[in-house]
C-alpha cells in the first residue's frame, strides 16, 4: 500500500484537506497494521482518527462519539461490514460511511449503497484516493445538511401560512358574515348609498377571502394534505356551471365564451378541485384577452383512458422562455409595482398540483400576440392518498314552541354571528364554546339540529361527533359542520347531515337547516303484533339511530300515533287491529299528513287493494314466505333511499 510523503499529488491533496481539519474518522479493520498507517497518515492530513478492531468495538464508540467519516472493510470477523453499517446508519444517520474490501463484488457494492453507503473502495487503496473520497463524502454531508434546513425552513413556512389563513379566514367570517346579515336588513333598513357601500365591502371580501384561500390550498398541497373527494362527474354539466360563473367577466370584458363537449363524458374525479381548476384557467384567459374568444374543448383518447379538456384564447400570450416560470409559486412575469394584471402568482401552481395530486397533467403551448391554449389531461378515474363532561344548566329563554338549534363553537364571534343569523327564522338558538359542554347541553334539551365546529381546545369537533353518533338517545339528531377546516369526506363518514366551510352566509345557514329539519325522520312506530319481528324491527332502527317504539294493540296503536311519528311500518293483518282501518285514520288526520307508511302484510291482496296501497305507501313488503330478516332487510334498504331523497 503506498503512502507518499512527498509527492506532487501528495502536496495538493494535503493543501486541499486544510479546509477538513478536525474532522473525524471512525476506520474499522480487523487488520491491525493497516489500522496503524491509516492513523499516522491521515491524522497528518489533519484528520482526527479513532481506530477499531471490529464491529463491536467500532458500534461502542459510535454509540459515545460523533464521527464524521467512517470507513469500514465488509469481511470482517463477528459482524459483517454491511451489518455494522446498518447499525451506524441507525445511531449516526448523518454519518458518511465508505465502505473498504479486498474481495470487491458488484453484489456486495449494490448491497452496500442500498444501506446508505456514500462510496464503495477496493483494497489495496492509496492515501490521496482515500483522502479525494473523504473531501467528496463531506462535500455531500455538507449539502445534505443544507437540504434538510431548507426542507425544515419550508415545512415551517408552510405551517406558517396554514395557521396565518386560518387565522385570517376567522375575522373574514365575521365581516362577510355581518355585512349579509346588515344586507338582509336583520337589523333594519338601510339607505341605498349603504347598501351600495356594503356590497362593495362584500365582493372585496369575497376577493380576499380568496387570496386566503389561495395561500390555505398551497400550503396543504406543498405538505401533501389536500384530500380528494373522488365521485362520478358530468363534464357537460360542470363545463356549464364553470360558464356561468365566469360569464358575468367574459361579458364585462365584451369577450365570447364557447364550449364544445360531448353530452354524457363523465369520469370519476373531484368535481370540486376540478372547477376549481377550470375557473382558474378561464379566469386567466378572460383576464388576458383585450378581444376575441375563450374556447373551451373536451375530447377523450380511449386508447391512454384520459380526457383532454382544451383552455384556448385569444390573449396577449407568453414568450417562450417565460412559460417555465408559470407554474412557480408566487411568480408574477410582470413583478413591477406597476404591472397591470393583479393577483398572486399562486393560481397555476395551485391548478398543476391538483391535477398532478389526482394523476393528470397540465400542458401550455403560447404565442405572443397570439394568444395561449391550456390543455388538462385527466384519466378517466383519479387515483389517489372522553373527558368528563361538564353540567350545564339548560338556558333561560327558550322558546319550547320553536325548533333548537345547538351551535357548539369556541369563537364568541362565530356563535354571535350564528345567532342573529337566526333572528325571524322560527329557530330558537343555545351556543356553547366547548364539546364538553356541548354534549351535557345536547342531552338535556335533545336539540333539533346541533352546529358544531371542528377546531375547538381540549375536544376537538370529531371527537364531539363520534361520542354524539355513539350515544343511543343522541345518535339520531342531525349533525351540521360549520368550520375553517374542510374534510367533507371524513366527516359524512362520521354521521353529519351537511358540511359549511367558513365564512358562511345566512341564505345557506338556513337553507341547509331546512335540509336537516327535512331529513331528520328519526322517530318510527312499529305496528304489528308478531312480538318476534317487532323485537327485530325494533333492534334494527335503534341501532341506525331512529327512536323506535312498538304497538300491538289498537288502543295502544291510536295513542302511540297521536305523538305524530315520522315513519310507520304497519302490518295489515292482526287480529284486533285492522291495517287499512289505521291508513283511513291517518288520511283524515292533518296532523299525520306528512307521515309515510311502509306496509308489511302476509294478506293476498285485491286488485283494488294493491293499487290503493300503492297510491298511498311508500312500500309494500309481501311477507309470505319471506323470513324476518328479508322483511327487514328490504324495509331497512327502502328506508335508506327515503332518507337519502330527503336529503336532495
Not at 97 to 123: F, N, P, Q, R
Not at 355 to 375: A, C, H, P
Not at 545 to 550: F, P
Not at 627 to 648: F, H, I, P, R, Y
Request: hydrophobic residues 40%.
Amino acid at each position: 500500500m503506498d503512502f507518499p510523503n512527498a509527492s506532487p499529488a501528495g502536496e495538493k491533496t494535503m493543501g486541499d484537506n486544510k479546509m477538513m481539519q478536525g474532522h473525524s474518522v471512525l476506520m474499522i479493520d480487523d487488520e491491525q497494521g493497516l489500522r496503524e498507517m491509516m492513523v499516522f497518515g491521515l491524522s497528518d492530513r489533519g484528520y482526527h482518527v479513532v481506530p477499531a478492531a471490529n464491529g463491536d468495538e467500532a458500534l461502542e464508540m459510535i454509540a459515545r462519539e460523533q464521527f464524521d467519516l467512517v470507513v469500514c472493510d465488509i469481511m470482517m470477523p463477528g459482524r459483517s461490514g454491511v451489518e455494522v453499517l446498518k447499525s451506524i446508519k441507525e445511531i449516526q444517520p448523518q454519518a458518511e460511511v465508505i465502505m473498504a474490501t479486498g474481495y470487491a463484488t458488484l453484489e456486495t457494492a449494490i448491497e452496500s449503497m442500498k444501506h446508505g453507503a456514500y462510496d464503495y473502495v477496493s483494497k489495496p487503496y492509496e492515501l490521496d484516493q482515500l483522502c479525494l473520497i473523504f473531501q467528496k463524502a463531506l462535500e455531500h454531508r455538507r449539502l445534505k445538511a443544507q437540504v434538510g434546513q431548507l426542507e425544515e425552513l419550508n415545512r415551517l413556512k408552510s405551517e406558517f401560512l396554514a395557521n396565518m389563513s386560518h387565522e385570517l379566514r376567522t375575522p373574514m367570517n365575521a365581516i362577510m358574515g355581518y355585512t349579509s346579515l346588515i344586507l338582509d336588513r336583520v337589523y333594519g333598513d338601510i339607505a341605498p348609498k349603504q347598501e351600495e357601500s356594503l356590497k362593495r365591502i362584500e365582493v372585496n371580501a369575497k376577493n380576499l377571502l380568496q387570496l386566503i384561500n389561495n395561500i390555505l390550498d398551497i400550503s396543504k398541497l406543498s405538505a401533501g394534505r389536500m384530500p380528494l373527494f373522488i365521485e362520478s362527474c358530468n363534464l357537460n354539466d360542470l363545463t356549464k356551471e364553470v360558464l356561468e360563473t365566469v360569464e358575468c367577466l367574459a361579458r364585462e370584458r365584451k369577450l365570447h365564451l364557447t364550449a364544445s363537449v360531448p353530452a354524457d363524458l363523465k369520469i370519476k374525479t373531484d368535481k370540486t378541485k376540478l372547477k376549481q381548476v377550470l375557473i382558474n384557467l378561464i379566469g386567466n384567459a378572460i383576464k388576458f384577452t383585450h378581444e376575441g374568444e375563450i374556447c373551451i374543448k373536451v375530447g377523450t383518447d380511449p386508447s391512454q383512458s384520459v380526457v383532454r379538456i382544451v383552455v384556448q384564447d385569444s390573449g396577449i400570450g407568453i414568450s417562450e422562455k417565460d412559460i417555465p416560470l408559470l407554474f412557480q409559486e408566487f411568480r408574477q412575469l410582470d413583478a413591477s409595482p406597476t404591472r397591470e394584471y393583479g393577483g398572486t402568482g399562486l393560481g397555476l401552481s395551485i391548478c398543476k398540483k391538483i391535477i398532478e395530486l389526482q394523476g393528470g397533467t397540465i400542458e401550455i403551448k403560447s404565442e405572443i400576440g397570439v394568444g395561449s391554449t391550456f390543455t388538462v389531461v385527466l384519466p378517466f378515474e383519479a387515483k389517489l392518498v372522553q373527558e368528563e363532561i361538564i353540567p350545564a344548566g339548560i338556558p333561560a329563554g327558550i322558546n319550547k314552541d320553536q325548533k333548537i338549534i345547538l351551535s357548539i363553537d369556541d369563537d364568541p364571534e362565530v356563535l354571535a354571528l350564528l345567532s342573529d343569523s337566526l333572528i325571524g327564522s322560527g329557530y330558537s338558538f343555545v351556543g356553547c364554546q366547548t364539546g364538553e359542554e356541548g354534549l351535557a347541553l345536547a342531552r338535556q334539551i335533545h336539540p333539533h339540529v346541533i352546529t358544531l365546529d371542528i377546531m375547538m381546545p381540549h375536544m376537538d369537533g370529531w371527537s364531539v361527533l363520534q361520542i354524539l353518533k355513539n350515544d343511543p338517545k343522541l345518535r339520531s339528531i342531525p349533525v351540521l359542520i360549520i368550520s375553517i377546516l374542510e374534510n367533507r369526506a371524513l366527516g359524512y363518514s362520521l354521521g353529519v347531515t351537511d358540511y359549511i366551510v367558513k365564512p358562511f352566509n345566512r341564505q345557506d345557514l338556513l337553507r341547509k337547516l331546512k335540509a336537516c329539519e327535512k331529513a331528520a325522520p328519526r322517530r318510527v312506530l312499529v305496528i304489528d303484533d308478531d312480538l318476534e319481528m317487532t323485537s327485530l324491527v325494533e333492534e334494527a332502527l335503534k341501532h341506525e339511530g331512529y327512536e323506535a317504539e312498538t304497538a300491538n294493540t289498537k288502543q295502544n296503536a291510536l295513542a302511540k300515533l297521536k305523538n305524530k311519528p315520522d315513519i310507520l311500518f304497519l302490518d295489515l293483518m292482526m287480529p284486533q287491529i285492522d291495517g287499512f282501518e289505521i291508513l283511513e285514520m291517518i288520511d283524515k288526520d292533518p296532523a299525520l299528513k306528512d307521515l309515510r307508511v311502509f306496509v308489511m302484510t302476509a294478506k293476498h291482496l285485491t286488485p283494488q287493494e294493491n293499487q290503493y296501497l300503492e297510491d298511498r305507501v311508500e312500500m309494500i313488503v309481501q311477507k309470505g314466505s319471506r323470513s324476518g330478516e328479508d322483511v327487514l332487510s328490504l324495509l331497512m334498504e327502502k328506508l335508506k333511499t327515503v332518507k337519502e331523497a330527503l336529503l336532495q
